[in-house]
């Protein structure tokens, strides 16, 4: 176990080093705001459909007045099977769900972030054809929130970098 005075340490030694919180002000700071004002443009398919509701979820968006972005996500949704028994079926597959995006500013009209986000998940092909595409359901359920985990993270990281930007002296 950590003593409180190590762990005391370690906020002193973090804080000399420059880090600062990602949503310092809380819901009013700069990321919050900047998040809120991201609409997210319809993504194509039922991968889209729930990559679409979890970034809504994790942006916040639809409280802020006016978007200041659009976010244009395209998904890759990837179904590989491997793992041949003598019979040539296959007794696994691994799902991979790879999503490329673009931030773009709308008062100028110019893509100011494009970046790339994914993961995968293996999955065990079973006798039941039910619960095979069950897995495969959950398994796509799993994926996108990771994904879209990924995407908030990358555009908050976008919008804290951004803000310091505007507020360093010039």
């Known amino acids: 176990m950590i003593r409180r005075g190590a762990l005391i340490m370690l ?4 804080s000399g080093c420059g ?3 990602l949503y310092q002000g809380g819901g009013q700071g700069a990321v919050a705001t900047a998040l809120r004002s991201v609409s997210v443009g319809p993504i194509e398919g039922r991968a889209g459909w729930l990559m679409r ?3 809504v979820d994790r942006l916040g968006v639809g409280s802020a007045e006016a978007p200041a972005y659009r976010l244009d996500v395209t998904l890759d949704d990837n179904i590989t099977a491997f793992g041949l ?3 040539r079926a296959a007794t696994q597959e691994r799902r991979t769900l790879r999503a490329r995006y673009q931030l773009v500013e709308l008062s100028k009209g110019t ?8 993961s995968d998940a293996g999955i065990d092909i079973v006798s039941s054809e039910y619960a095979t595409v069950a897995a495969e359901q959950t398994a796509l359920e799993n994926l ?3 994904v879209a985990d990924q995407i908030a993270a990358r555009l908050a990281l976008y919008a804290s970098r951004s803000a310091q930007r505007e507020s360093a002296p010039k």
């Open 11 to 14: 906020f002193v030694a973090l």
């Open 19 to 21: 880090l600062q919180p």
């Open 53 to 55: 509701n979890k970034l």
């Open 85 to 87: 028994r003598s019979d």
């Open 111 to 118: 893509v100011v972030l494009d970046a790339t986000a994914g």
């Open 144 to 146: 996108t929130d990771i």
